[in-house]
């Protein structure tokens, strides 16, 4: 809006008291002239239609052409006695007499009000608002110094003047009406939901939801800058398509809010993915770098979603709206489906409300939903080589895996599950965890990159050059720095060939961003027909190192391939990569067979080819948390346990006689504990061999002549209360369908499923029964079995 509204273009107008839409041409300070002028407004208008009929009909008569006999051309009656300006509150009003002569044309009030004798007490009210909004926009018209907003004020006004002389309602005279374009933000936004959070649970869904809500209400209320304010911060762009939908949002969304009298639509509705583009860049800048201002001022229930979940939504929304192929921009996307809108409420001519960023009670409401995943769940795509920018993205935890993975069961401890939440609840406690601003000497090496990136500081992002599209301005910029940073960390490396690699269409480049600015980035060459990528270059800018950019990279990028359905990095590493890489997971043993990937990538003299194996179970850029996590939990329950072992042992005296070392088994009380001696064996790596190995062990268990207590689940008429006293029950038909459903990965886990059984058995039933001898015989024919195949020692 215009300087005189009192508030910056381009802003979101968020004071200390929230966000405030901005009066058209209002005085005063930003919160309070916005605020106080729509308030005034109102009270105006409320104070005159409580007025006495007379006096509604001389302020008519004001705007009424004269009806009296005979040509008479005057447009309004005139006092000839006008009241002082500014008007005297303390003055007796003065009575209304219809017989008072006008000024201009010397017929009376009566000839100019003639008209308006019988019309109802509502339609006068309503002619009255008019009057009230046609004075308004006079008053904006003398006040705006902007030209093109100056121009739409006093079309404004002349249309609302003409609705009075024809006791009309006005109607605004467009080439198109609204919507502008479709689908409109709204939609589009609630696409972009549906297609990238569609798999989340009820509550993290509540959370998407919030988000979207947020961001739709900080459109509807944002101060479109004026087209010349933006000729000058952009002054290479066309703006005369800016130029028409400025107009259009004056004239049926920000004017509206305070010329009630005049239809009101909400921005989200009637504008759609163009005008999206013009403002999104600028607002999601000044709204992320507000918050973090105005972060002390955020209620503690709202500040993990402003600071750490809004940001990475904007970034992920962003990637939608600029890029050239996203499908929420599609009029058929997810035709005919229900639920899950983010709709807003019809608006309604109410003075206008305080509002916060982190106003929950807003006008734009949000359904439930079966959809709703802050991780994206888009299938690979076969565009993907011609699209120039894709967003580095998580996978859904439901996608398929190979040898239906996703359908195996939780694994289960003999921890119990009220044991284990008693713990999470300690470990989670925000008493108890420390300011994450300060960073352990301890943390993994991601850690401070993963905190940046919650908070907005660095974005990620898979970019490439494209052929078949016109080039976008802040991709080619991003690739000049990718060049560059590259071309200054590998100086080995010619400029030239950096240079073709980074703009080749084949070659795409996760781009690391740091206050709009390239700092690093990893190019690469995706192969899907082969199943593997080649790693090209990998840098990060020498004064942005040693800040766990380069894991956080990787990881991200090791995300992005598992979405794409390719497990395998191959990549030639110099000398000094070779550290790194490593520590990346990497290493000198190639999965990838030989023939699959010789003649496709390209060979370095003196560098070593190293290849990385990804598992497509593990979120890469949460795994150090993930692992921390599990430490802590051990950690806990491992106090507990010490906690409960009351006995005190002498401390060994061996030592002083010489001797160097002991087995730990001999230590006094150790097994009491529950410690347990680790199982010593080959851990078959192909997955193949191991199933039939396990298949055989197993299928050599169940035909065994004492295994006929344990083939299937007990069953509770048969063993009454067996399941309060085991918490863990497990059975061959079970182990058999895990078996089946791959869950066996490692020896480990079968094993500890079949010695379940026995310990199970022994822990029910007596000593002296069956079942007791039938476990322990079992169980020495079963690691009989185990040692023949090699998976223990003998």
Known sequence: MADSAGIQQGSPAIGAAGLVPAAPGAGGTEGSGAAGGSARIVAKKAQLRSSPRPKKLEKLGIYSSCKAEGPCKCNGWKNQNPPPTPPQTDQQTNTVNLQEPCRSCSHTLGDHVSHLENISEEEMNRLLGVVLDVEYLYTCVHKEEDADTKQVYFSLFKLLRKSILQMGKPMLEAQESPPF????????????VQYKFSHLPSKERQTIM??????LNQINYWQLETPSQRRQRVPNEETAGYKVNYTRWLCYCNVPQFCDSLPRYETTQIFGRTLLRSVFTIMRKQLLEQARQEKDKLP???????????????????????SHSSPIWSLEFLAGT????????????????????????????????????????????????????????????????????????????????????????????????????????????????????????????????SLNQKPNKRILMWLVGLQNVFSHQLPRMP???????????????????????????????????????????????????????????????????????????????????????????????IKVPKSKYVGYIKDYEGATLMGCELNPSIPYTEFSVIIKKQKEIIKKLIERKQAQIRKVYPGLSCFKDGV????????????????????????????????????SILQHVKSHQNAWPFMEPVKKTEAPGYYQVIRFPMDLKTMSERLKSRYYTTRKLFMADMQRIFTNCREYNPPESEYYKCANLLEKFFYGKIKEAGLIEK
């Open 181 to 192: 374009e479709k689908p409109s933000i709204e939609q589009g936004v609630n696409n972009f």
């Open 210 to 215: 919030e988000l979207a809500k947020m961001f």
């Open 300 to 322: 503690p229930e709202k500040r993990t979603l402003i600071l750490t979940h809004f940001p990475k939504f904007l970034s992920m929304l962003e990637e939608e709206v600029y």
């Open 338 to 465: 229900t639920g899950g809108q983010i709709p807003v409420q019809t608006v309604t001519s109410a003075p206008p409300v305080t509002r916060s960023l982190y106003y929950s009670a807003s006008p734009v409401s949000v359904e439930p939903s079966t959809c709703g995943s802050v991780s994206p769940a888009r299938k690979p795509n076969p565009a993907l080589e011609s699209n120039p920018v894709v967003v580095g993205e998580k996978r859904k935890p439901s996608e398929p895996l190979h040898h239906e993975e996703n359908k195996r069961p939780r694994v289960m401890g003999d921890i119990p599950m009220d044991l284990i939440n008693e713990v999470m609840a300690t470990i989670t406690d925000p008493a108890t965890i420390p300011e994450t601003s300060l960073l352990s000497a301890h943390s993994a090496r991601d850690e401070a990159a993963r905190l940046e990136e919650r908070r907005g500081v660095i974005e990620f992002h898979v970019i490439g050059n």
């Open 495 to 589: 400029k030239e060939y950096i240079t073709r690699l980074v703009f080749d269409p084949k070659h795409k480049t996760l781009s690391l961003i740091k206050d709009g600015r390239v700092i690093g980035g990893i190019c690469f060459r995706m192969f899907p027909s082969q199943g593997f990528t080649e790693i090209v270059f990998c840098a990060v800018t020498s004064n942005e190192q040693v800040k766990g950019y380069g894991t956080h990279l990787m990881n991200h990028l090791k995300e992005y391939h598992i979405k794409h359905e390719i497990l395998n990095f191959l990549t030639y590493a110099d000398e000094y990569a070779i550290g790194y890489f490593k520590k990346q997971g990497f290493s000198k043993d």
């Open 660 to 695: 160097r070392q002991i087995p730990i088994e001999s230590i006094p009380g150790i097994r009491e504990t529950g410690w347990k001696p680790a199982g010593k064996g080959k851990e078959l790596k192909d997955p193949e061999q191991l199933y039939s190995t396990l298949k």
